[in-house]
């Protein structure tokens, strides 16, 4: 192991076992004791994993000091096979404690924000963005998540020109992360005559769901709209002003929604989807001293960087940050296979991470 992680996993060590003193000692107020009981239930996996690599070294000293020195043939062929296959074990009781040492990202856990909208293209894009929507809300239904619609904003040709929902479970956040960035679509739409196949978009943004405790919205900053909600092609669908377009004057961020029939219940929705776009703007202000870091990432999630191509004709989707092609477009676009997909995109994260921490 690397003399630099080697010196941390030791002030690790130090660490946790200077905590389990002062725990044990009594005179700790209750914060100062959640607190370090916090801490020591962090260090506590990574200790055990150190422990069990020092003990599997040490078995691997004496098996082979028994394979060197004992007489009787049979008991030195047992050590040297039983130190061989403890000898194959040890990278991966390595690769375990560089796996634990990695940075949480702590947004991981929450719940998400996904928004799809129609990008160039036309009348193809948007019945593509409808597509991408409802292949979240498949996969979402796999994962056993909740998929909340939050917003729709219909063509009224089966088409979404943007479209928003939340998404509860565990770990949707972590596993939906890599996905925000501009899908671009290949084929042939039904309106086509001469069988030509065009080429579309639509951009995806997965944001971690704010709690009102993460941002403050002051009532001042907000100018507050309503008005009649419509449907596709401009047909009412209310006759009460329901409809909420909320402006963050600040940022002149704004959302709209208008799903709900209640006034009430669109502002409560429109004000978590401002929260989390603020909650996200924020997150990348926070990552802005690391920009050098993000350019290696697995993509930088920015919506103009074009990170999969669905190619229908030839049944194929391409992620090209990571190289990846697959010939079963239906199974992604049904949400089965998309694992497949962000397994590899987490995978190539992590390697990144581990890199980052071997260096």
């Known amino acids: 192991m690397e003399a630099g992680l080697q010196s941390r996993l030791q002030q690790l060590l130090r660490r946790h076992a200077e905590i389990a003193a002062l725990l044990a000692g009594g005179g700790l107020d209750s914060a100062e004791f959640a607190k370090l009981s916090r801490e020591y239930s962090e260090l506590d996996p990574i200790v055990a994993e150190v422990n069990a690599l020092e003990a599997a070294r040490t078995e691997l000293v004496s098996l082979m000091e028994v394979a060197q020195t004992a007489e009787e043939p049979d008991l030195r062929g047992l ?7 403890l000898r194959e074990r040890l990278p991966d009781l390595e690769q375990k404690i560089k796996l634990s040492l990695l940075p949480k990202d702590a947004d991981d856990e929450r719940n ?6 129609a990008g160039t293209g036309g009348e193809e894009a948007a019945l593509f963005a409808a597509e991408l929507f409802r292949m979240y809300q498949r996969y979402a239904a796999l994962h056993g998540w909740r998929f909340e619609v939050l917003d729709v904003s219909e063509t009224g040709l089966g088409g979404f020109k943007e479209a928003s929902a939340s998404i509860a479970g565990s ?3 972590a596993r939906l992360k890599f996905e925000s960035g501009v899908h671009r679509v290949q084929r042939v739409p039904e309106t086509e005559a001469g069988g030509r196949i065009h080429t579309s978009a639509a951009t995806v943004a997965v944001l971690p769901e ?3 405790v993460d941002v403050r919205i002051d009532e001042k900053d907000l100018r ?8 596709p092609g401009g047909q009412s669908v209310n006759t009460t002003d329901s409809a909420v377009r909320i402006t963050h004057l600040p940022t002149g961020l704004v959302v709209i929604q208008q799903d709900e029939k209640s006034q009430h219940k669109n502002k409560a ?4 989807v401002l929260r989390s776009r603020l909650y996200e703007m924020e997150r990348q202000a926070r990552d ?11 993509g930088s999630g920015d919506r103009s960087e074009r990170i999969r191509t669905y190619n229908f004709p030839q049944g194929r989707v391409t992620d090209h940050r990571v190289n990846l092609t697959l010939y079963k477009i239906d199974k992604i676009m049904s949400g089965e296979a998309l694992d497949e997909i962000i397994d590899v995109l987490l995978a190539e994260d992590r390697a990144r991470r581990l890199a980052a921490v071997e260096a």
């Open 288 to 298: 802005s001293a690391r920009a050098a870091e993000r350019k290696s990432q697995v």
């Open 79 to 85: 050590a040297e096979e039983e130190a061989r296959c």
């Open 171 to 173: 770990n949707v956040f």
């Open 210 to 212: 704010a709690e009102e």
């Open 224 to 231: 507050i709209d309503v008005f009649r909600a419509s449907g």
């Open 269 to 272: 929705r429109a004000l978590r």
């Open 112 to 117: 998400a924000i996904l928004e799809v909208r």
